[in-house]
């Protein structure tokens, strides 16, 4: 865990003008300069940690902090070991290939962004994780839009709100179980209560998908039968492939832990590889490594199908080493703990306090980008204030997650942004203006807070 205490006692306005300093440059690097945010944040590194030695701390002790955040971060790291690998035992057994298959089948343009935003929350609440749906069905949709002719950036959109969605509602989600318990209400009250802005927000979202996004043209299904004929051809699609599936969410619905829950459909998914193929070991190897690939596959499928591997994670996880080190950094010199101190103070209504959590919230996935601390924080530093103020932990819960878990992938240098921009293939800037139901949830919760509806207070 990250240590509480400071190096360094700033005061706020000197905390402000480095917050506003390194944002403003980690912005206009990757924005305008189009740097990748390894570089960016590895240069805000460097900026703080000379600025820490001028102000006479040691390099040592703040080395150590860095690895400290690194450390408490880890777990997310070795997940995305496993996704790489499970998205490649997806792709060579069929599964994903089948579910675009029938996709195309089923699914007609004019319905799409809406299909690919409630499928994707159904998906999302039944196994719990945002990540996980990206990385499978999300990509098969993004497959499928291509054939459609639909909007890339669109179509992310629409499944980031729908994966996020689930990850929000399931109670298989570890950032719902982080929020109810870092509070202390019951876990199905905490869902519960969360339908009151989240709710909305579905259905707003579900209405502009419907009829505020452009059409996507009466040309769409010229290429349709073209893949769905090349898909057949590649010998991959069999029903029986949907099986990985099947037991994805079986074991997910079991609460089984995320890795075990992967490793399982992995070893189905490769068994069933056998079932219509005969790779070598050698091949297998490359395949989990590199992403699955065919030379035999047509130049349109080859670009849709070939992905995966733990080659493919590499991107995101050193980000995510150095997002944490950049948190621990921020922590260590005091730049967070006077922000958070200063924000507590100007509480006095429940509007405010709802601000304060929202802000808090956002701001920690603006400047560290990891969405289970912007969680944590600020439901450990505002739960005393909720408390003298007589309101009902489970408003600060639900804030929580309104403007934590589902911000994140609003963050081009986040864990999530990351990863989701790797997998899909749109970077976030191109996504963000369609992700309504994210900051739909975020704009809800500070109405809520400053007219009342639906703020509970304690018995």
Partial sequence: MISKEPLLHLSLKEALTIVVVIVAAMSYTIIFLEWVPHLTILIALLALLGYGMSRGIAWDNMQKRMAQSVEQGMGAVYLFFFIGLLVSAL??????????????????????????????????????????????????????????????????????????????????SDTTGISASIVGVDLFEHIKNMAYTTIPALILTAGILLWGVPNMGSGSLKNVAELQNQLQQSGLVHGYSLLPFALLIVLAVRKVNAIVAMLWTILLAVAITYLHSSPSLGQLGGWFFAGFKNEQLGEGIARLIQRGGLESMFFTQTVVILALSLGGLLFALGIIPTLLTAMRDFLITAGRATFSVAATSVGVNVLIGEQYLSILLAGETFKPVYDKLGLHPRNLSRTLEDAGTVINPLVPWSVCGVFIAKVLGVAVWDYLPYAFFCYLCLILTVIFGFTGLTISKQK
């Fill in 91 to 172: 792709m060579m057994s069929g599964a994903i290939p089948t579910l675009m298959y029938y996709g195309f089948g089923v699914i007609s343009p004019e319905w799409f962004y809406l299909s690919a935003f409630l499928l994707c929350s159904i998906i999302g609440v039944s196994i719990g994780s945002s990540l996980t749906t990206c990385a499978t069905v999300g990509v098969a949709f993004m497959g499928m839009g291509e054939a459609f002719g639909a909007n890339a950036a669109i179509t992310a959109g629409a499944v980031v709100s729908g994966a996020f969605f689930g990850d929000k509602m399931s109670p298989l």
